[in-house]
């Protein structure tokens, strides 16, 4: 049946973008839920490294009461594929037009590419323009080896990355294009 | 030249196994470094999980004040071998007879048993009368599977893991073992 004034409205909820970090990262947490309860692989982040300074004991048992933040972590999730090891990343960035290079520290890309020497997978999910993309470690490495570049401009990223189009459960099916190149 | 009385004597260092564990540790973290330096393998061990309860800032940056250690951590060591998703964990123990299963964690065991159905590497490093074993993962689910005691008798060990002789840099060359059998 037809509206009145024979006009078929879409209404789009508006997403709040103020946490966009914190969300890509519960969807990407959700979909790894799924993947790991069905069997599709068994992915999971990694704890943020923490060099313990002092430990207390209260009822509930031992309690950290120091602990001081290791700038070296590497990317952030690690897991399994078919039997091939996959470590990668998120980031998402309010820049329309460049993705800037300082979200990423040097010995994270050097993390990546050794995961690609030893024949892992290694990619990050780039959350921008409020389209999610998956780009490979290999087109990473690739561009800031020839380029002098700060940032990686926005026609790379769509040229060269996968769009993770956002569906229903798992939202964020990010594996499905894993299967594409891999 | 032969010694006047006609036998040529051996001196053996005596090792003080006080602090087995530690000791098995630092074995394994020198042989990934040396893994890890010359590009034969990327494996590292990973951080205990904590939950961070609150945060302050000093003149060093943040400093956590209060983190609670999370029971659910899986195994310590995690990383990729010719493409390979690996993961194991290390125990010691003194007892002579028989290594007790109350070392291992029930979701510990269900880790071991999804990383192997989906393709990775994932074993034992164990301590015992000291000799080092390397026990495959599948032959630990395996023995827990088929009997109803507590722990893995001495024999069963011997009989199904691999003794990893130690050498000369690395010490505790483990992935000498990998390349056997996967």
Redesign the interface.
């Given at each position: 049946m037809l509206y009145p004034n024979n006009n078929k409205k879409i209404y789009i909820k508006n997403i709040n973008y103020a946490n966009r970090g914190m969300k890509l990262e519960s969807l990407i947490n959700d979909a790894n839920h799924y993947y790991?309860t069905n069997?599709i692989?068994?992915i999971y982040k990694?704890?943020?490294?923490?060099t313990?300074?002092s430990v207390n004991y209260d009822k509930?048992?031992?309690?950290?009461?120091?602990?001081?933040?290791n700038t070296k972590?590497t990317l952030d999730y690690?897991?399994?594929?078919?039997?091939?090891?996959?470590?990668f990343d998120a980031k998402s960035t309010t820049s329309k037009t460049s993705f800037p290079l300082n979200n990423l520290q040097k010995h994270q890309l050097e993390h990546i590419e050794?995961?690609i020497?030893?024949?892992?997978i290694s990619f990050l999910i780039i959350e921008m323009n409020n389209i999610i993309y998956l780009l490979k470690g290999t087109d990473l490495i690739l561009f800031i080896c020839n380029n002098k570049r700060k940032s990686i401009p926005y026609n790379y990223i769509k040229d060269n990355g996968f769009e993770i189009k956002l569906k229903y459960n798992p939202v964020l099916d990010y594996i499905k294009i894993i299967d594409k190149f891999y």
């Open positions: 790991n069997n692989a068994l990694k704890p943020t490294p923490i313990i300074g509930n048992g031992k309690v950290l009461t120091k602990g001081y933040f972590s690690v897991g399994i594929y078919k039997g091939k090891y996959m470590d050794k995961v020497k030893h024949g892992g």
